[in-house]
Structure formats: C-alpha cells, structure tokens
C-alpha cells in the first residue's frame, strides 16, 4: 500500500512540472500535432486478458471480465520504464472502470509522452452484440460517462466505440449501431469543447472491410469517425511488403486516418517484427498512420512481451519485446504532406447496400430515456425481478429470445423492442436497455395469456406488478403513449446523473490484475454460470409455456 501512495505522488509532482502534451488532430486523412508535424501511433496494446471462453465465433477467444490497467498506479509505475524502452508514443486499452480513479497512471504516461486510444466498450453486455445489435440507453450512458471520466487529460488521442464487432458478411447489419455510436460520442464531445477522435476498430476481413470502413466514415463529418483501426496480421515471420498490397490497393483513396490497431503475428515464430520498418516507409506512410504492435502483456494464442513476477512487482521481457524494441528504434518519422499539403477534410460516399455489406444508411435515433422511463413507470403488469442475480445478463439475453418465440406463437411480436439494420427499421422501445425490453416482454405475455398467474414466473425471474394497468387494453394504450414520450431523430447526449459502469455490465472489474491497488475490490459484478441459465431456462418451459421451446 505505500508504493501506491508514493506512485501517485511522484505522478502529481511530475504533472505539475511537465506541460501538457501536444493536441494531435485530423487533417485530411493524415494526424498532425500543432505544430504542424505529421503524428504517427507507435505504440503497443496495453492490457491483461480477462477470463475467456473457448468457442467465440469469431475465433479470438473474448473475455468474461476485464482489469482496468489504467487504475492500477504501481502498476503504471512499474511498466512505464519498459513503455519508454520499446520506445512507443501510444498505448490502447480495450476497457477502462470510469469510476475509478484514474490520475496517477494518465499523469505518469502523460510526462512519458505516451498518448493513449480507450475503448469505451466492456466485455460481454457493455457492447454493441454483432449477434442481435443495438444501440440502447444503457450503452450510451456507459460511453459517456467513460468519455466524461478520461476528458480532463492531455493524452487521450482516440476513443473507440467498437472493437470487431464486424466479423464477416452477416454481422454488417450492425453498422448502423456503430455510426450511431460514433454520431453520439462525437455530439458529446463537441458539447464539451473536446477534439478528441472518436474511432473503430475491424478484424481484417476480406470482401466487406472496406465498404465497413466506408461506411463509418461516410456522410456528414457529424455522423462519421475521425479514424478507422485495422487489427493486421498478415505479415508473419520474416515477410515482406507484398503481405500488404491488397491493402494498400484498397485503402489508397481512403480520406480519413488509417492505422493498424493491432498487429503481430504469431503463426511463423519468432516474432520478428520486419514488418515494422514497412509499416513506417515511404511506401505505407502515404496510406497509414502507424500501428500497434499486439501485446504487452500475455495473451491467448502464444501473444505477449513480458512476464510480471508472482506479486506483480517486477518485469521481464521476452526476446519478442527486445526485437520490438530494436525495429522500433530504428523508425524516422516522415514528416509529409505537410499539413498545408494535407487538403481539406472530407468523406466518402456511402456504399451501397449489396450481398457482401448488408447494412442500411438509416441510423438509430440517439437513446434517450424519456420513452423507457415512461414504461417502467406506467405500462408494466409483469415485470423482470432478477436484477440481483448474478447471471442476469445471461438469463437476459435467452429470455428475451424465448419470450419473443412464444409472442411469436400467439400471434404477437416483438418489433415495438427490436432493431434492424439491413432495414434500418427501429422499434420505438428499441433504444431501451434490456431488463426494460423484457419487462415489456414478459409484459406482452402476461396479458395475451388472460393474466394467468403462472404466465408471470419464468421460473421465479417475474413478478405481477400490483400498481401496474388493470387491463391488456390499459396496457397497450399506455405503452402506445409511452412511444412518444421522448425526443426523436438526433440530439446531444448528456452526461448520465451516476456512473453508468454498473448498469448490466456482466464483467467483473478490478482496477489491475496483479493485486497491487487498492481500487481492486471496487464496481464488482460477475458472470453467472450458463448452467444456471440452462435451468432456469428449462423450467421456464415446463412451468410456462407447457413444454413449447424455440430459441430465436
């Protein structure tokens, strides 16, 4: 505990002498400090793995939970000499706590020059799902209050609002969710006087990357991100630049900042990172802006630099990272176009809906509250109890799925709470978060089946609302009321009233993995086991529904 008081105040004391860093911003499709010199992002991802999974579709393996590295002052403190050794001026963190403090590690990353890119997205239920996407209160209220907790430093180059989310063809009907994303945060920004880019992040597909990275950035500027992320890994063992013609082909014209947010690949080992003096040449440098170089620390799949000691105290490197270190020494920043040079911002057109990129230019309103307050409050008869439960955002999720299959059965639906983006039709309650989306399921339910008290259990996850409408048609015509409760089309978020980091997370936090803070018990909330789901879900059946099961 006294190493982490000493961190925070050596960081206060070295913030207090150091001027803040340069403001880096978009012209053209290039980044600039202010004083006219060409930015490039060397730098490295910064954060330990969390829990995974072993079956993720997309065939990285995504944690259950997440640590904040951010939050961990001695841990900062500890990494940061070997930060400056690799010699990196940016580092991406893929979660961050915004209620936990983060002053020490940013103070101290700042006085090293290392700028760093935040994704405001968690694991698990604080993202847009490529599987049944949307763009709900919730997240918004988890964005912001993210962007609001980092606004106050000097050296967040970037936020990201997704990180390949997109995996293939049919997952671009969530498109939409994420330029709505990015409209809304770059609305709050603005409001707060803030030019911080606000980004995204893809996996290096094949045939739909490039209409996706067309997409974000087409349109007005205030619908469009500032700068797209590829995760690159292509160039394996001792390649050469031909492992990045089909990109450089692709991206030549691209008018907004490209960058390769993550690159390394394990599969021809050693890591030799040759691809780093090509990434930083005269031949890539007209399309890209740098890169980072995947990760610092361990990760799945034989990824990582260092090894941090038992009790999290000390560092050792790898030859991986000794080899890093000198492909990046070796970098000279070409400092051309000059900014004058760089032209004027602007986007491209929007591609066209086809079978390889599935989604519409029609985009979500921005989530406002309004509308979901007016059903919890006025519209609900049977209602969603499990808030407690440590496995709510699993029962969630299949709930909802089978309430809709057994609307479905009686003749009803679900479009009033859902959201489509091939279409880009949104229900009115679409922008709702999900216990309230299936409050007006369960809601739904209840009433087409003549209020039968066992039609509100789903094996003890409801309850009857005894204050709530006296009628299916009570219920119907305040829902219908409800629908117009709020403001519709584009309007400028504003800051949650408290932290929305609690608000159906689904992960556990903890400000570092290594044990070293003192923050490490806070804003806590775990997964439950999918067995449990699996139970609940099968007495749902038996009690409710009399043995009728589709899982939508």
């Not at 700028?115 to 997240?139: C, E, F, K, M, Q």
């Not at 912001?144 to 606004?151: E, I, K, M, P, R």
């Not at 390949?164 to 671009?172: K, S």
């Not at 911002?345 to 079978?355: E, F, G, K, L, V």
Request: glycine share 8%.
């Amino acid at each position: 505990m006294r190493f982490f008081h000493t961190v925070t105040a050596v960081a206060a004391a070295v913030a207090a002498t150091v001027s803040a860093l340069p403001k880096v911003t978009r012209q053209g499709r290039y980044l600039y400090q202010e004083d006219g010199t060409r930015f490039y992002i060397k730098g490295i991802s910064y954060q330990e793995q969390g829990t995974v999974t072993t079956s993720d579709p997309s065939g990285f393996p995504e944690p259950t939970d997440y640590y904040d590295p951010l939050a961990d002052a001695a841990g900062c403190q500890r990494d940061i000499p070997f930060l400056k050794q690799l010699g990196v001026n940016a580092i991406r963190v893929y979660s961050v706590n915004s209620a936990l403090n983060h002053d020490a590690c940013m103070s101290a990353l700042s006085s090293a020059g290392i700028y760093t890119i935040i994704d405001l997205a968690l694991p698990v239920n604080g993202s847009i799902d490529r599987a049944s996407p949307a763009w709900t209160v919730n997240l918004l209220n988890l964005y912001v209050g993210t962007v609001d907790a980092f606004l106050k430093y000097d050296n967040v180059l970037a936020f990201n609002v997704g990180n390949e989310v997109v995996t293939g063809t049919p997952d671009t009907v969530a498109a939409p969710f994420i330029k709505a994303a990015a409209r809304d945060v770059k609305a709050y920004l603005k409001s707060k006087g803030s030019s911080i880019l606000v980004g995204f992040s893809s996996t290096d597909g094949s045939t739909w990357v490039f209409p996706l990275a067309e997409y974000l950035a087409c349109g007005a500027d205030t619908t469009a991100i500032d700068i797209f992320g590829i995760n690159v890994y292509r160039w394996c063992g001792n390649g050469d630049i031909s492992n990045y013609n089909t990109l450089l082909s692709t991206f030549q014209n691209y008018p907004i900042p490209a960058y390769f947010s993550e690159f390394g690949c394990v599969d021809s080992p050693p890591r030799l990172w040759t691809e780093v003096a090509a990434l930083f040449g005269s031949q890539m440098t007209p399309i890209f802006s740098g890169g980072l170089a995947f990760s610092y620390f361990p990760a799945v799949g034989g990824y990582g630099m260092v090894t941090i000691s038992a009790d999290g105290s000390s560092v050792t490197t790898s030859d991986d990272f000794n080899r890093l270190q000198q492909q990046y020494s070796q970098v000279s920043f070409i400092n051309t176009p000059s900014r004058t040079e760089a032209g004027s911002n602007s986007q491209p057109n929007c591609p066209a809906q086809d079978t390889n990129f599935l989604a519409s230019t029609n985009l979500p309103d921005t989530p406002t509250s309004q509308s979901c307050d007016c059903l919890n409050a006025n519209a609900f008869s049977c209602v969603f109890s499990n808030t407690a439960s440590n496995g709510t955002s699993l029962i969630v999720g299949d709930l909802l799925n089978y309430g809709c299959s057994q609307l479905g059965q009686l003749g009803s639906t679900c479009d009033p709470i859902g959201a489509n983006g091939a279409t880009g039709t949104y229900g009115a309650f679409s922008e709702c978060d999900p216990n309230t989306k299936l409050s007006y399921v369960l809601t739904q339910y209840y009433e087409l089946t003549n209020r039968n008290s066992a039609s509100c259990s789903f094996a003890g996850n409801a309850t009857i609302v005894s204050t709530g409408p006296a009628n299916a048609q009570a219920a119907n015509s305040a829902a219908s009321s409800c629908a117009t409760a709020g403001p519709t089309g584009t309007v400028v978020p504003t800051a949650p009233a408290t932290s929305a980091r609690g608000n159906n997370a689904g992960t556990t936090q903890t400000a570092g993995g290594n044990g070293n803070s003192n923050q490490n018990n806070a804003a806590m909330s775990t997964l439950g086991d999918s067995k449990v789901v699996s139970a609940v879900l099968a007495l749902t059946v038996s009690a409710v529904a009399g043995g009728f099961w589709v899982l939508l």
